[in-house]
């Protein structure tokens, strides 16, 4: 009876061993697809605020050309007007005339609101690559780090590079915004 509980103990000892390290591995790389992930979400959350800017700023575009030519409009009806009438007669003509000189254009409301959207978005943009940046330097952290750097690079995982702003102009930019 003796001489099988030595065999037996050291094979329970080896298994617990094994067991221990497929699920430290395990533990390891489920630590590195959450991180991974998070990036991945970091990343998307910066493309997702940039394609709205892009579209903010073709809206405001389109926005400063209707309200440019509604003011325009405007003026040029309070001109005619004018001329049509000749000379300013009587008080309330001239208080009239004041009055048009300088109306009160509520178009441009849409302007300022798209410009308080673009200015929220630009602040959100820097918001979130800030945030990926930081999911970036955790998971390098991470991937890095003694033993986990030889599990990890055993199963692909690799030092991510941080993305560094690109100020060149993307090819869909608006261009000929008030022709």
Same mark, same amino acid.
């Given at each position: 009876?003796?001489?099988?509980?030595?065999?037996? @103990?050291?094979g329970? +000892?080896v298994?617990?061993?094994?067991?221990?390290?497929v699920? +430290?591995?395990?533990?390891?790389?489920?630590?590195? /697809?959450?991180?991974e992930? =998070?990036?991945?979400?970091a =990343?998307?959350?910066?493309?997702? =605020?940039?394609?709205?800017?892009?579209?903010?700023?073709?809206?405001?575009? !389109?926005?400063?050309?209707?309200?440019?030519?509604h003011?325009?409009?405007?003026l040029?009806?309070?001109a005619?007007?004018?001329g049509s009438t +000749? !000379? @300013?007669?009587?008080?309330?003509?001239?208080?009239t005339a004041?009055?048009e000189?300088? $109306?009160?254009?509520k178009?441009?409301?849409?302007?300022?609101?798209?410009?308080?959207?673009l200015a *929220?978005?630009?602040?959100l /943009?820097a918001?979130?690559r /800030?945030?990926?940046?930081k999911q970036?330097?955790?998971?390098?952290?991470?991937?890095?780090?003694? $033993?986990?750097? *030889? &599990?990890?690079? *055993?199963?692909g995982?690799e030092v *991510?590079d941080? =993305?560094?702003?690109?100020?060149?102009a $993307?090819?869909?930019? $608006?261009?000929?915004? &008030? !022709?």
């Amino acid at each position: 009876m003796n001489k099988w509980k030595l065999p037996l @103990i050291i094979g329970i +000892g080896v298994i617990a061993v094994i067991l221990l390290c497929v699920f +430290g591995v395990q533990s390891t790389q489920n630590k590195a /697809i959450a991180l991974e992930e =998070q990036v991945n979400t970091a =990343q998307s959350d910066i493309k997702v =605020q940039e394609k709205r800017r892009v579209d903010l700023v073709y809206n405001l575009a !389109d926005c400063v050309k209707q309200y440019d030519k509604h003011e325009a409009d405007t003026l040029t009806a309070i001109a005619e007007g004018r001329g049509s009438t +000749g !000379d @300013i007669e009587n008080v309330t003509t001239a208080i009239t005339a004041v009055s048009e000189a300088y $109306p009160e254009l509520k178009s441009n409301e849409n302007y300022k609101q798209l410009m308080n959207e673009l200015a *929220m978005t630009e602040n959100l /943009i820097a918001e979130y690559r /800030i945030n990926y940046n930081k999911q970036i330097k955790e998971y390098n952290r991470y991937v890095r780090k003694f $033993p986990t750097r *030889m &599990f990890l690079n *055993m199963l692909g995982y690799e030092v *991510m590079d941080y =993305q560094y702003l690109d100020y060149n102009a $993307p090819v869909d930019a $608006p261009q000929n915004l &008030f !022709d």
